[in-house]
Nanobody, 117 residues
Framework: QVQLVESGGGLVQFGGSLRLSCAAS????????MDWYRQAPGKQRELVAT???????NYVDSAKGRFTISRDNAKNTMYLQMNSLGPEDTAVYYC???????????WGQGTQVTVSS
């Protein structure tokens, strides 16, 4: 059974930082790409950052230069370091992956990030 469990969300002031974690189980972690998505109230879920099994990263334009996605394959854990946070970053952040052999997608339960202005 695949499980993705996010942690690290919370309330932070404008300009502050947070580090999100996503702990994965039930999947061969080191061969799958991992993603962070977010969904703000009243908006569609959007892809924030991706890290491939080889460590290549990609970011949505609004996250470039402020967010850093990383992974620790030994710990089956992915991270999202978020700096210079603004109210526009307020959202529920979700961990996501897709199993390679059948393409089934998996989502975490989400962690709330709230940035106060």
């Amino acid at each position: 059974q695949v499980q993705l469990v996010e942690s690290g969300g919370g309330l932070v002031q404008f300009g502050g930082s947070l580090r999100l974690s996503c702990a994965a189980s039930g999947i061969i972690f080191n061969i799958v790409a991992m993603d962070w998505y977010r969904q703000a109230p009243g908006k569609q879920r959007e892809l924030v950052a991706t890290i491939t099994s080889g460590g290549t990263t990609n970011y949505v334009d609004s996250a470039k230069g402020r967010f850093t996605i990383s992974r620790d394959n030994a710990k089956n854990t992915m991270y999202l370091q978020m700096n210079s946070l603004g109210p526009e970053d307020t959202a529920v952040y979700y961990c996501h992956t897709r199993r390679r052999w059948d393409g089934i997608e998996f989502w975490g339960q989400g962690t709330q990030v709230t940035v106060s202005s």
